[in-house]
């Protein structure tokens, strides 16, 4: 429409952090040194849970402690976990409700 005012359109920058970090989800550059069954992760923790699930005893992930920080041990049984996934282990453990049933 001539005549009509022209605003300009400004679309939302996407940062190289952001997008390098998308591009991981695709490439997966974390790579298992002692597997080939793991596909690779997109972030470092992706790797660090794997090891801890797939090999605790291997002596350079059982000692080193950056790969156990997210882990809290179950009261129950000891099977060492996330601790976001604790509270529902419990209910399957046990704990939940044998303390239930004896209040």
């Known amino acids: 429409m001539p005549g009509a005012p022209v605003f300009p359109v400004t679309f939302p920058q996407v940062s190289h952090v952001s997008d390098e970090k998308h591009q991981n989800n695709h ?3 974390w790579k298992c040194p002692y597997c080939k069954a793991f ?3 997109a972030e470092r923790k ?3 849970r794997h090891f801890r699930r797939a090999h605790p005893h291997e002596p350079q992930v059982r000692d080193n402690k950056a790969h156990w920080k997210e882990v ?3 009261a129950g049984c000891g099977r060492k976990m996330r601790a976001d996934n604790l509270k529902r ?3 399957t453990c046990g ?3 044998a303390s239930a049933s004896a209040i």
Do not use: F
Request: some cysteine.
């Open 39 to 41: 596909p690779g992760g």
């Open 95 to 97: 704990l939940v409700r």
């Open 27 to 29: 490439t997966r550059p």
């Open 72 to 74: 809290a041990p179950c």
């Open 89 to 91: 282990h419990m209910k």
């Open 46 to 48: 992706d790797l660090n």
